[in-house]
């Protein structure tokens, strides 16, 4: 293994209690719940004393099933909290290990947000004049959770001699960091940016991000991108805590470059395999998976499908450039017209979109059951869409003429639900599907870790990403100098002008693929796995040590 990726030794300053700062705690919006919520056991074991996560309460009071109450935990200092005027609800996180999570109501805050920007102005020239947006909600959390956090040391641990951690996640958490900074300088601050506002926002707005990254200035494009209170933020918590990290080297160089910070830390993002089914549980489920989508794609397109019908998909957040779904629809578009793959191919594009409901007329065929030889109309989507004229993955797909007819050997279909299991379609889970796909592309421009290609090959799914994905860089180390699906991933390279090279990169892995015997499709699963398991928490836990190392010997100092 590269030397870099290599397990730190144990840290000699263990902290005796971690405050943990996420909007998306007991929150699940997007790949930072899962970093949390997977990591979460395996940081329980290496805190002496506490984990707490710090959340909003976004339900304000209501019932949040990711949300485990407990009003008998910690009564004496949620007293005490009320007459500070702090709203909070406590209890367990219902997710593996079950780890303390306070709730904090945020919204009495907001009377007081002129004064409270005005402190971060006068502190630490946090220009907040350019708000828009979430802005103002995200800043209120952070400094409520900030204020949450200092209550609960005063009572429990002040003039105790004990180590404590305060861990900010993401722009949305910066400014309780600062305030923890400023008046705590007893707790060590740790500040994790898992993309930079900045660098999310050059690669979305389609401006080359890496060729001319050490010629941007971070300041002169946040005020061209009209972030600059995100990166103000942003960029001041990455200067003025204990420790700054981010999850790859390749949001390192951008943090360096748009932050004028280089990171003391990279905390890469692991993966617990006990989400994954084992043994004839694995079976029985890939094989539930295969069966329900290739009920919902007859239902839809009217053809059968062969049960060596290759399954690929693309997944993630709905950035349509970013995340390389522009070329991933590329790819099996050129395929359609200009390759014949030696068997079926069934493409699902599965990235939320603005879902108005589900087609009622493709679950009532899927409730009758049974075998359709005659499409629906539209048959590329399964649920209908607000936007459908501006939405940019239907838009193409209608402009490519694309019709899932019974004689083409690519089909591409259009899964714009969040798959939560109720989406009145699929009825299952994202990790319940995914099991039953044979290959995943993530061709990825901005990808500053990559955790769908991850969960992918702990799925046992052979995955392809970039080399401007964190993962891709960690998987090439592991098997230099190409890595390659036979390895369980392949790693194209990209870079800011390479599109039509990727397309076919990716075009050759789908094809190759749609050429392997069963036999040789099944090394590729079993490798896949196997390099998953080298990203188990269990061996990446050690960086966030590191990390709160460095941020306590700094503290200790104070």
């Not at 949040?64 to 007293?79: V, Y």
């Not at 501006?390 to 714009?416: C, K, M, S, W, Y």
Request: glycine share 6%; proline share 4%; net charge negative.
């Amino acid at each position: 293994m590269h030397t870099k990726y290599q397990s730190m030794k144990k840290s000699h300053l263990v902290p005796d209690a971690v405050f943990e700062i996420s909007w998306e705690v007991c929150n699940k919006v997007g790949g930072i719940y899962t970093v949390l919520s997977t990591h979460a056991q395996a940081l329980q074991k290496c805190v002496n004393e506490k984990l707490i996560f710090i959340g909003p309460d976004i339900t304000r009071g209501e019932a949040n099933p990711l949300f485990l109450e407990d009003k008998r935990l910690w009564h004496e200092w949620k007293a005490t909290a009320g007459q500070e005027g702090l709203h909070v609800r406590v209890g367990r996180w219902n997710i593996p290990g079950k780890p303390y999570v306070i709730l904090v109501d945020f919204s009495s805050l907001f009377s007081r947000k002129n004064e409270i920007y005005a402190w971060a102005w006068e502190h630490f020239k946090v220009d907040s004049l350019h708000a828009y947006g979430d802005y103002d909600e995200s800043s209120m959390f952070s400094w409520a959770s900030a204020m949450v956090a200092e209550s609960f040391y005063r009572h429990y641990y002040a003039g105790k001699g004990k180590r404590v951690i305060y861990h900010a996640h993401e722009w949305m958490a910066c400014l309780g960091a600062l305030y923890i900074r400023a008046n705590m300088p007893e707790m060590a601050t740790v500040f994790t940016t898992h993309a930079t506002s900045i660098g999310r926002s050059i690669a979305g707005n389609g401006k080359p991000l890496y060729e001319y990254l050490w010629a941007y200035n971070g300041f002169q494009m946040a005020e061209e991108l009209n972030m600059q209170s995100k990166h103000s933020v942003e960029r001041q918590a990455a200067h003025n805590v204990d420790c700054f990290t981010t999850v790859s080297d390749v949001t390192a160089r951008e943090c360096e470059e748009l932050l004028d910070k280089r990171p003391d830390a990279v905390l890469m993002n692991g993966f617990e395999l006990d989400f994954v089914p084992k043994g004839h549980d694995f079976t029985i489920h890939r094989s539930k998976a295969r069966k329900r989508i290739f009920d919902v794609a007859n239902a839809l397109t009217g053809v059968d499908y062969p049960d060596d019908t290759l399954i690929v998909s693309t997944s993630g957040r709905y950035e349509f450039r970013n995340k390389g779904i522009d070329l991933f629809l590329e790819s099996m578009i050129r395929m359609l017209y200009h390759s014949r793959p030696a068997r079926q191919i069934l493409a699902l594009v599965q990235v939320p979109g603005w879902v108005a409901c589900h087609r009622q007329d493709l679950a009532d065929r899927l409730a009758v059951g049974g075998s359709y030889d005659t499409p629906l109309s539209d048959p590329v989507i399964t649920h209908w869409l607000h936007n459908a004229g501006e939405d940019r993955v239907l838009t193409r797909l209608h402009d490519a003429g694309i019709q899932n007819r019974a004689g083409d050997r690519i089909h591409i279909i259009f899964v714009p639900c969040y798959l939560d299991g109720q989406d009145g379609i699929f009825q299952t889970s994202y990790y319940d599907l995914l099991i039953g796909e044979d290959i995943a592309a993530y061709p990825s421009y901005y990808e500053p870790w990559g955790y769908t290609p991850l969960e992918a090959a702990a799925f046992h799914i052979p995955c392809v990403t970039t080399s401007l994905s964190g993962f891709g860089g960690w998987a090439s180390s592991l098997q230099p100098p190409v890595c390659r699906l036979e390895d369980g991933v392949e790693v194209i390279r990209r870079t800011d002008y390479n599109a039509d090279e990727v397309i076919d990169c990716l075009s050759d892995v789908v094809l190759r693929c749609s050429e392997m015997s069963a036999e040789d499709m099944m090394k590729c699963r079993k490798k896949a796995s196997r390099l998953a398991a080298k990203a188990q928490w269990k061996y990446f836990i050690s960086y966030y040590m590191k990390a709160y190392e460095i941020a306590l010997a700094k503290s200790v100092t104070r």
